[in-house]
């Protein structure tokens, strides 16, 4: 697994998404909908990882057609920040046996 850099905190493994992932998805779906200029009818947290920084990024597989996947890099601020859920990267054209990865 090297190569892939230095990071504050490795990623969790991959987990079933939850309500409270769906519920991340959820917030920033306006977010790449904006980005990619484009409505997705489906947008459901299929699995997850999660890795604690100074706050926590959220790694999610989001099913956006009956056979299209797009990755997402959700950015969770520390409470105290007191700041709005962020999109930080996406990668679109993936399948449902994607693995995801740190990106």
Known sequence: MSGR????????ATKPATAEIQAIADQVKSQLEEKENKKYPI???VEYQSQLVAGTNYFIKVQV???DFVH?????????EKKPLALHDYQTNKTRHDKLAYF
């Open 65 to 67: 057609e009956d056979d």
């Open 5 to 12: 850099g230095m990071m504050c905190g490795g990623t969790s």
């Open 72 to 80: 997402i890099r959700v950015y969770e601020s520390l409470p105290q």
């Open 43 to 45: 947008f459901k947290a």
